[in-house]
T-cell receptor, first 115, second 111 residues
């Protein structure tokens, strides 16, 4: 079946612009995660959605970052007033059930470059 | 807070060499432990996992044993292939379900 998809695959933007990154999780997966993979920082957790519960935003690095998950499916990560340090690969992952032990499946990522 | 430390790369080996990538962790409670692999141009894939102490995860010839006493989860393979060239990430899953990753170790296998 279809895996996690993300769009765009690459995004180049100018400093100060806003960007939106999209994630389509595996159908039926109730949990959705955003991570960031940047040079020198490794992989960092950003935000976690589980069903209709309030999202866990504890990993968002600043208030310029926000995310939504509409209808319990597609998620959009928005970065406002982008900075060069936001350049990274943004990864989305989804998980089937409410049990934290279930495997997370990752999308291919969106490579964001802020000039 | 919870954290994962893994050996720095890049690691360069000849084909059929023995591989060890060290990973140690710090966590409260009893986390599940994972190795993820990222092949060039591809997304992260789960390689293997272990959910409790002394469990051994294995897949594609790779193995790792959950050692609670040394808080380690070292990745090993007896004979690497060129196709194993990738970046390997050690991770723990804490009680909240978040994955905490190590920095990643790049492996390059030469023919």
């Amino acid at each position: 079946g279809a895996g996690v998809s993300q769009s765009p695959s690459n995004k180049v933007t100018e400093k100060g612009k806003d960007v939106e990154l999209r994630c389509d999780p595996i159908s039926g997966h109730t949990a959705l995660y955003w991570y960031r993979q940047s040079l020198g920082q490794g992989l960092e957790f950003l935000i976690y959605f589980q069903g209709n519960s309030a999202p866990d935003k504890s990993g968002l690095p600043s208030d310029r970052f926000s995310a939504e998950r509409t209808g319990g499916s597609v998620s959009t990560l928005t970065i406002q007033r982008t900075q060069q340090e936001d350049s990274a690969v943004y990864l989305c992952a989804s998980r089937e059930s409410g049990r934290p032990t279930e495997e997370q499946f990752f999308g291919p990522g969106t490579r964001l470059t802020v000039l | 807070g919870d954290s994962v430390t893994q050996m720095e790369g890049p690691v360069t080996l000849s084909e059929e060499a023995f591989l060890t990538i060290n990973c140690t962790y710090t966590a409260t409670g009893y986390p599940s432990l994972f190795w993820y692999v990222q092949y060039p141009g591809e997304g992260l894939q789960l390689l293997l996992k272990a959910t409790k102490a002394d469990d051994k995860g294995s897949n594609k010839g790779f193995e790792a044993t959950y050692r609670k006493e040394t808080t380690s989860f070292h990745l090993e393979k007896g004979s690497v292939q060129v196709s194993d060239s990738a970046v390997y990430f050690c991770a723990l899953k804490n009680q909240g379900g978040k994955l905490i990753f190590g920095q990643g170790t790049e492996l390059s296998v030469k023919p």
